[in-house]
């Protein structure tokens, strides 16, 4: 089916954004840049803004600095699905590196869930929070077997409770182009404007200044401090993080040569009518198939809000709707003809090893590398890095401590290269006619 966004002015933002501060025009508040403070975050998304609060509510002077509107990244523009992921399969894990370390690396996964729940009901931040489990889909039988031999893994090792969904006609699946799949219990969803207007709300609260509209330039030694350079001036700081993720730029180039960075893609339906909202996603759960390159969607005040394309090449937000829309049509024929009204892309990024990570390199602290699983682990390694800071050593422990990142291959982080990858994952996995 051809494009068509004619009906509706479509709006080239997050509809996440809607009805929260980042739709309106940022209120410029005179804050001036403090000369000193104990510690510069660079990045105020989940990650930086979740450091800030740490570091804020231990007494340490805080100055987090955005390039952008603080909230406004990749933390305000996902796919609200919060769980225990990480790029790597249970099964690949326990093949490369024993089951002892499966079980270890999905235990404190587990513990990464736990950490983001509790942070969401003690400090409020159940506006939009749901704990209503996740399906994942499998579009052919083959895609099937697959997701069952991985979850009775997870199921039997870590404790994971899960559904198995072994028939196409099954009421917990959401469209009939799933064949089965399964219903993981402990999974939730967040509403990414208002869940990251609550991080910058708390962190502000503690006492941390978070300033928007204000890149950092470079961030340089001097003796055992930081100086952090921007357009407004110099900042001098004892310590630095790093919590640029996906929007790390080409200036800070330890970082960037240690990521990749990839562009994801969603849309928002108008308000569905009663009956199709009535037989869409009936669970109301978050959804997504086991494809590399899949679409994820769950519903949100009535619309279908859909994601999917990742790392392809667009010639436009409307171009890139029209596309996804398709797709959004092949799950669900019954949306044939409903408009698209909210288009966006957002930008995470991938380490060599395809494992998040905190660490420090050359004095200079960083949690970066999430890979689309960041609702969880982003505030959860924040978290960690600011104990590091505080001198708590044994708290800031975690598996994902690695201060030597390795390179990524220039081939996989530059953005003309990565649509061909992208490709090549979609050919071998096509949606079946
Ligand atoms: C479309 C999409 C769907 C996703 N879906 C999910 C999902 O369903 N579940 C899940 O767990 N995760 C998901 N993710 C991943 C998740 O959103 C991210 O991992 C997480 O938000 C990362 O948070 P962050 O704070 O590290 O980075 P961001 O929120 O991206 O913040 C980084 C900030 O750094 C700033 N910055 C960059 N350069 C500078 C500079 N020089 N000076 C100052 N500031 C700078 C940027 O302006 C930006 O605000 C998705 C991501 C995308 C894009």
């Known amino acids: 089916m051809a494009s068509d966004n004619r009906k509706t002015m ?13 739709a309106r025009p940022e209120e410029q508040a005179a804050v001036s840049l403090p000369q000193r403070v104990d510690v510069a975050i660079v990045g105020a998304g989940l990650t930086g ?17 955005d390039a952008g509107r603080p909230g406004g990244g990749a933390s305000s523009r996902n796919g609200a699905m919060l769980g225990r992921y990480f790029k790597h399969s249970f099964g690949q894990l326990k093949e490369a590196a024993g089951l002892d370390t499966a079980i270890a690396y999905f235990r404190e996964l587990c513990g990464v869930y736990d950490f983001a ?28 077997d697959r997701l069952f031999r991985e979850w009775e893994l997870r199921a039997k090792h870590v404790g994971e409770a899960v559904d198995f969904i072994h028939r196409a006609d099954d009421p917990e699946l959401p469209t009939k182009r799933y064949v089965g799949g399964v219903h993981i219990i402990e999974n939730a969803a967040v509403h990414p404007g208002r869940y990251s207007m609550a991080h910058l709300q708390a962190a502000r609260a503690a006492g941390a200044t978070v300033i928007g509209n204000m890149p950092v330039l470079g961030v340089s030694r001097n003796g055992s401090a930081f100086v952090v350079a921007t357009a407004r001036g110099n900042v001098q700081v004892r310590d630095v993080l790093i919590a640029t993720n996906g929007y790390t730029p080409k200036s800070q180039s330890w970082f960037s040569r240690r990521l990749s960075p990839i562009d994801a893609f969603m849309v928002a339906t108008a308000p569905l009518a009663p009956e199709k909202l009535a037989r869409l996603c009936a669970g109301n759960r978050t ?14 005040d009535s619309r279908l809000i859909f994601g999917g394309r990742t790392g392809l090449f667009h010639t436009s937000l409307a171009q890139m709707a029209g596309k996804l829309r398709e797709e959004m ?73 690695q201060d030597d990142l390795r390179h990524v291959a220039w081939p996989k982080r530059q953005s003309f290269l990565i649509p061909l990858a992208m490709h090549y994952y979609r050919m071998r996995e096509p949606l079946p006619k």
């Open 117 to 144: 729940v509790k942070r969401i009901e003690t400090l409020g931040f159940g506006s939009g929070f749901r704990k209503c489990g996740r399906v994942v889909g499998a579009i052919t039988p083959g895609h099937r």
């Open 49 to 65: 803004l979740t450091a800030a609060h740490t570091l804020a509510e231990a007494g340490r002077s805080v100055l987090v600095l």
């Open 329 to 401: 049509v092949h799950f669900f024929p019954e949306l044939d003809g409903v408009d698209i009204t909210h288009a966006w892309t957002g930008r995470c990024a991938a380490t060599g090893d395809m494992f998040p990570h905190v660490g420090k390199h050359d004095g200079v602290h960083f949690a970066i590398g999430y890979c689309f699983s960041g609702l969880a682990m982003a505030p959860y390694l924040g978290h960690k890095a600011a104990l590091r800071m505080l001198g708590k050593h044994e708290a800031a422990r975690t598996l994902f401590t």
């Open 287 to 300: 959804y997504h198939d086991n494809r590399k390159n899949s679409n994820y969607y769950q519903l949100s």
């Open 10 to 22: 479509l709006r080239e933002y997050p509809w996440w954004w809607e009805g929260t501060a980042l």
